[in-house]
T-cell receptor, first 113, second 118 residues
Framework: KAGVTQTPRYLIKTRGQQVTLSCSPISGHRSVSWYQQTPGQGLQFLFEYFSETQRNKGNFPGRFSGRQFSNSRSEMNVSTLELGDSALYLC????????????FGPGTRLTVT | GNSVTQMEGPVTLSEEAFLTINCTYTATGYPSLFWYVQYPGEGLQLLLKATKADDKGSNKGFEATYRKETTSFHLEKGSVQVSDSAVYFCALIRVRLAGGTSYGKLTFGQGTILTVHP
């Protein structure tokens, strides 16, 4: 069974631009969560989607948004990029809300210049 | 709110040495506890888990026991290998119920860098 895939793996953007990251969960998984990883703040939860609905949200500004499609694939969008948005963005999928195990993708490395 | 505290790193050991990485947590209710490992350039891999007090999670020679009385989940391995060099994250999830399903978000510790020398 294929794992969680994320595209693109690397991205360089300029301040003020916007970016869209994509995540394809493991087949059959309906829950997708997004995390931001930085050296200073560590791993922080962004949001979680289940059956196309956002169920849980972390403490990030409204510039960070996401969505989930009917096939469970998810995208996250960051508008008006700031230098501090440079990070590794990780996507994790799980079977459903009752599953405690989340499986992570390799991440998208975003660099904002 | 929920929080996880890991021992400061980095940790440097010789091959076949004993490993302990301390992890303590603060959470209301009964969280599930996890150890994740991240190898260079990769995402996180679930190493082991424990869902209730006194449970012992184990995998690939690593073990951790869910101690509710001390709110701890320390990671141990009896004999480390060079291939164990990675960053280790302790994490918890506290599940909530809504609309007939349960969900939760992972709260991570800051990570501990482990380097094992031959």
């Amino acid at each position: 069974k294929a794992g969680v895939t994320q595209t693109p793996r690397y991205l360089i953007k300029t301040r003020g631009q916007q970016v869209t990251l994509s995540c394809s969960p493991i087949s059959g998984h309906r829950s997708v969560s997004w995390y931001q990883q930085t050296p200073g703040q560590g791993l922080q939860f962004l949001f979680e989607y289940f059956s196309e609905t956002q169920r849980n949200k972390g403490n990030f500004p409204g510039r960070f948004s996401g969505r989930q499609f009917s096939n469970s694939r998810s995208e996250m969008n960051v508008s008006t990029l700031e230098l501090g948005d440079s990070a590794l963005y990780l996507c994790a999928s799980s079977l459903d809300g009752a599953s405690y195990e989340q499986y992570f993708g390799p991440g998208t490395r975003l660099t904002v210049t | 709110g929920n929080s996880v505290t890991q021992m400061e790193g980095p940790v440097t050991l010789s091959e076949e040495a004993f490993l302990t990485i301390n992890c303590t947590y603060t959470a209301t209710g009964y969280p599930s506890l996890f150890w994740y490992v991240q190898y260079p350039g990769e995402g996180l891999q679930l190493l082991l888990k424990a869902t209730k007090a006194d449970d012992k999670g184990s995998n690939k020679g690593f073990e951790a026991t869910y101690r509710k009385e001390t709110t701890s989940f320390h990671l141990e391995k009896g004999s480390v290998q060079v291939s164990d060099s990675a960053v280790y994250f302790c994490a918890l999830i506290r599940v909530r119920l809504a609309g007939g399903t349960s969900y939760g978000k992972l709260t991570f510790g800051q990570g501990t860098i482990l380097t094992v020398h031959p």
